[in-house]
């Protein structure tokens, strides 16, 4: 990128970025592992080639992989004995980086180390590690993740796999019932891999005790290493093309009567005995299922982290792009105006940058909170791990449907530019498509968070005070004032509706703002929490019917909670910022956050009396003054992201378009200088009227 | 497609739909021309194979094209002298239905046909025309249509190539002055191009009287007919690859002092004669330009066509999916629920299906108005093609984005599933991206259509009655009452909100909505032009500084205008139904476009006081029932479309899905009936507990 060359006069810039010290805050915990990872992804072995087909680009993404664990960069998560460095935290954030370089990368490791290892890392027993994670890990066995099946995606309970233990043999038998059953959207499954991690229902003695994991070979190692043919009883399906992460050999697997070992049975949760016998350390079936699938929230958080670095790129190539890019005449005869100028682009484009830091700075808490519950001593509770996976499924869905919404408009603020590949933002787009309905959908993702919320506002009643998913928060936090989350209050917020309406004379305040933010999510569970009370004496089909009636609210009471996590991260940030200029501009910034979605949710506020009409009308034209205020600042905001032109590999944002400007502009200048100018019609014509009066 | 194999009883079905009925009345005017052309939408030869690569894909689609000239599909709004059956309405109608083959079959035939051929024709004298239009018309001369330059895209009248008239020689020198000034995204311009209609500045005599089009050739023709080097002083680039339409050779063109022959200047509304001389039937320079730009405005009159088609293909694909596809068993324990049963299906896809409906109807005014003033005697006039630009301004902008909106639910809703290219929605989406933005980006159109707005609301003070756009509808209507469109009415509107608010009560009423909608507009219009009064007597730059800070409540009430319009063609299509049940359930899905528009502008009714808060919080709920009523109709009503599988071509809309589901459930049925089911865990640990009660 290169700078804005002037910033129009009309603009009162009353403070400045230090942008290195911003770059600096915004890299964070993790900073040293952030920048070892940037260097591989602008690494020429790492990054795309947006020219390969498909099968090129599947290959060349293996070989990419294998230099990413030759130069160790993947194994951090895992236990110091493997060869990791037991460095949950660390581990993610490196691996975020990576999408610079290509999403396809990045998702054929995650498969790799973020699921297939991961599985095994967390699922089995300290000798299984043992036994199968080094190979896994050193890449030695590329493995698919076989969770999904065709008939059953985000409701994994359901599954339809069976794995059923044989008494005279010892061993079990997986099996694929039926069409529905078939694994698939495996990464590694149609080509590259020769083992899974294969859930199914474990079944022992007629009892059904849901679903485990189990590593299952499923193709031939060659002698050179490479993968050879499927083995007896698996079947395998290539997904073909699809919208994106076409490097990805995705595929379906099917399994035959396949006999498994007991002892590739994953045992940290559930065993059984020689004789059949079914033995867990967790009783509940229910809490079982969940604390397995809990200790998989990895890819949640990263996929997080990871929408936030394409938000980043998709911002940083249209603000450069607006701010060298000039279109049509208003203002002068002879000046073009810069997009960036214009109020419909400073719409698009500075909210959304507002959103980005937002979710950026919740990121950070996230990533604490998973690095606390995997690697910090004493950290692993049910209740941390609750509030992680309720923190990771409130953030996932958010991000990455802004990710998309920052590539698409950041492409249709770059016109016709926006749509060529060399300037990445649409194939970084079509990559990106399919991380909002996997790893859970973001809409089943919500709707999990929504129980949550009225879980918890349940436990109020029954004296449990305050919000689980605070709790590690405030624990962090210096000032625990500042950290009173949703339904930490007294049930009376409906009936307190004047004091609030008074409170929001300010909306610049930030008391004010925590408080619409979060008397919204608190108002919004309440509702549905007293709407779906009839639904503990209905029937199980009345009852359903019930919660389906008020499913919407349900989520949008937890985006509405997301909101408020965001608003508080970035808030909590703040107080971390000691430069004056830097905190004054991120203030307006936080600021147009909350404001932003106050305006879009407006009518609720107006609805439920919270703003008054007068005051509501407000919220729109303070948002315009903010974005005059922030317009000055909007090139150093996403320079400190500190992504450069070989990360973002945009050719619009190299500066060539300032290039073009300026030679255009020294053209005419020199014209008129000359006097060579062809005069215009019109100007013509009016000299000719004038002339006749 | 399947249909749904059940209803669940707690619909009630109190009409049906006579799909056979309703498909007639979509098809409207031109059924027979859409019908030939889904012909040649499911010919083997010219669909598109996926599995091509870009240069494949590229030579495939110029296959194709001289398919489709050779069986004259695409010749029908040319002169019926040079072959073409003086039918603008049914060429265009034709054409939107080509995009369910491939978009960039369609639109590389926009290029050729659309664009070059339809400026020759448009801007030629007949001498011209019979000249130049045959060897396009029939492909012999395949044609870039070079308008847009890097530097400008939807600012045509500042283009920087130049067109200088030489006296002595008594030609025309072409030239391309600087980098910025390359045209660029223009299709035929990579490969395939042998001429192009380039737009420049026309200078003669010292005097530029603004963009003029030129017919250039560009590359020689072999022997063979087929495409050659480039002409002398002529410059290509290669765009390579796009976010989509990559069967479509786009790229650059630059001329280095090209002579061009005096006779080739196209001469409809400008000539040059031998010594020099300019003259035009047009005397304004300003109205010759718009004129020439707007004989050009079937591109965008297709493009709302073609836009229509692919939200049609992403519904037909995502509501037959939702039919079918069971997921998660709330309200039983054996039976998974249908997708479309869930309350956030439904809101994801009902009221985007009423948007489409009413999209569809207001395309087919669209094509009316563009048929009348092209191929219908005395109406082509400047009022009737000011309201012709103005009425495409409006609707291309509102169903490009509707459909990028409904490919990507349809996508969201189908899960992984949605993500293979074997489904096509992901595909579809890449090529319908550019649409948004070419044709005239869709903000800038909608500032247009503010602007159009802003001046009959001024024209209204100098006593021309009524809105010109609505002019041809009420003439079309037999009932003009039903077609009062925005600023008919006097100006007291915003003091009369009283009576405003108290009509609306009862939303489900014709008249409510239509006031409502109607309100809105008026009121918008009539605020942003009190605010930019003081204008008038600013020095340049302060009137366009206050007319930026207006610029988005502008475009917003344009938006307001197109929901209004399309409200209108809806409602208006509805008094030509007349089944009885078709007619009823048309008529709740035009209520959930009225109450899906207003909703999604609460905030703004309310600080307005056109509703009151109590009215408001009905609308969603009255929403909700709406949504509950016509779900039993949802697969009916995309059934009509007349979308059969050979020309949705996604696998999972053809029923591979509920083949799935049935061999799943009989699976389960019969294990459940041989009572060799494993008991669960879960419900083992309940019968003990209770045993030991």
Same mark, same amino acid.
């Given at each position: 990128?290169?700078?804005? #060359? ?147 995606? =985000? ?12 008494? #005279? ?18 990464? %590694? ?11 199914? /229902? ?29 083995? /007896? ?12 992460? %076409? ?180 194939? !970084?787009?079509? #990559? ?14 919500? /709707? ?33 004032? !500042? ?177 073009? /400007? ?11 200088? =000359? ?19």
């Amino acid at each position: 990128m290169t700078a804005v #060359d002037q910033t129009p006069a009309t603009h009162q810039v009353t403070a400045k970025i230090d942008k290195t010290y911003l770059e600096d805050k915004l890299l964070g915990r993790w900073k040293d592992l952030r920048l070892i990872a940037r260097g591989f992804a602008r690494d020429p072995r790492i990054i795309r080639d947006p020219s390969l087909g498909m099968d090129e680009h599947r290959e060349r993404v293996l070989e990419q992989l294998k230099i990413l664990v030759s130069e160790a960069q993947v194994l951090r998560a895992f236990p110091e004995r493997l060869g990791g460095s037991d460095d949950s935290g660390g581990g993610i954030a490196g691996f975020e980086e990576l999408l610079a370089a290509d999403p396809s990368l990045q998702i054929k490791a995650g498969v790799q180390w973020g699921l297939f290892c991961a599985a095994i890392h967390h699922l089995s027993t300290p000798e299984q590690q043992d036994r199968l994670l080094g190979a896994a890990m050193r890449l030695e066995v590329p493995g698919a993740f076989a969770m999904t099946e065709i008939g059953h995606g =985000s409701d994994v309970a359901s599954i339809a796999t069976t794995a059923t233990f044989n008494e #005279d043999s010892g061993d079990f038998t997986l099996h694929t019932p039926f069409r529905a059953a078939w694994k698939d959207y495996l990464g %590694n499954a149609a080509l590259h891999g020769q083992a899974a991690v294969v859930f199914a /229902q474990l079944i022992t003695k007629g009892v059904n005790h849901g679903v485990h994991a189990f590593y299952v070979p499923i193709r031939e190692q060659n002698e050179d290493g490479s993968t050879g043919a499927l083995l /007896q009883g698996v079947s395998s399906e290539d997904d073909g093309l699809k919208g994106g992460l %076409n490097g990805i050999d995705n595929g379906r697997l099917a399994f035959d009567n396949v006999r498994v070992p007991r002892e590739n049975l994953l045992a940290r949760y559930g065993e059984v005995s020689a004789d059949g016998t079914y033995s867990s350390p967790i009783e509940s079936p229910g809490r079982r299922f969940f604390t397995m699938l809990g200790s998989l929230v990895q890819g949640r958080v990263s996929l997080d982290g990871a929408a936030g670095v394409a938000s980043k790129i998709a911002l940083t190539t249209a603000i450069t792009y607006g701010n060298q890019r000039r279109q049509f005449n208003g203002a002068s005869d002879t000046e073009e105006t810069v997009l960036m100028d214009y109020q419909t682009h400073q719409r698009r484009l500075l909210p959304l940058l507002a959103e980005v830091y937002a979710g950026h700075f919740a990121h950070d808490r996230l990533l604490d909170l998973f690095h606390a519950v995997f690697s910090e001593e004493g950290m692993d509770t049910p209740e941390s791990r609750e509030d992680l996976e309720t923190l990771a499924a409130t953030l996932k869905p958010v991000s990455t449907w802004r990710a998309l919404h920052a590539l698409q408009t950041a492409r249709e603020a770059c016109g016709g530019a926006g749509f060529m590949t060399e300037n990445r933002l649409v194939q !970084l787009r079509q #990559d990106m498509d399919i991380y909002v309905t996997f790893e859970g959908d973001n809409t089943v993702l919500l /709707q999990l968070v929504g129980k949550r919320l009225l879980t918890d506002y349940a436990k109020q009643f029954k004296g449990i005070t305050g919000m689980n998913m605070a709790r590690f928060v405030i624990d962090r936090a210096a000032d625990t004032v !500042l950290y009173r989350t949703p339904l930490n209050r007294a049930v009376q917020s409906i009936a307190d509706t004047g004091r609030r309406a008074r409170s929001a004379n300010e909306l610049r305040d930030e008391e004010t703002q925590r408080e619409l933010l979060t008397d919204r999510v608190e108002t919004m569970v309440e509702k549905v929490a007293a709407a779906l009370r009839p639904a503990a004496k209905m029937s199980q089909a009345d009852g359903a019917a019930l919660f389906n009636e008020h499913q919407s609210e349900l989520i949008e009471a937890a985006k509405a909670h997301a909101d408020l996590v965001q608003w508080e991260a970035f808030t909590k940030a703040l107080r971390d910022i000691e430069d004056p200029g830097t905190h004054s501009v991120l203030v307006a910034l936080r600021d147009l956050y909350a404001l932003s979605r106050i305006e879009a949710n407006l009518a609720w506020y107006l609805i439920n009396g919270r703003l008054s009409t007068q005051r509501a009308e407000t919220v729109t034209s303070y948002i315009n003054r903010l974005l005059t205020r922030l317009r000055p600042h909007a090139q150093d905001l996403i320079e400190a992201f500190g992504l450069d032109d070989e990360l973002v590999r945009a050719t619009i944002a190299t500066g060539v378009e300032q290039k073009r /400007q300026d030679e255009a502009r020294e053209y005419y200048r020199k014209q008129r200088a =000359s006097g060579d100018a062809p005069i215009s019609e019109k100007t013509l014509a009016k000299a000719k009227r004038a002339t006749k009066r």
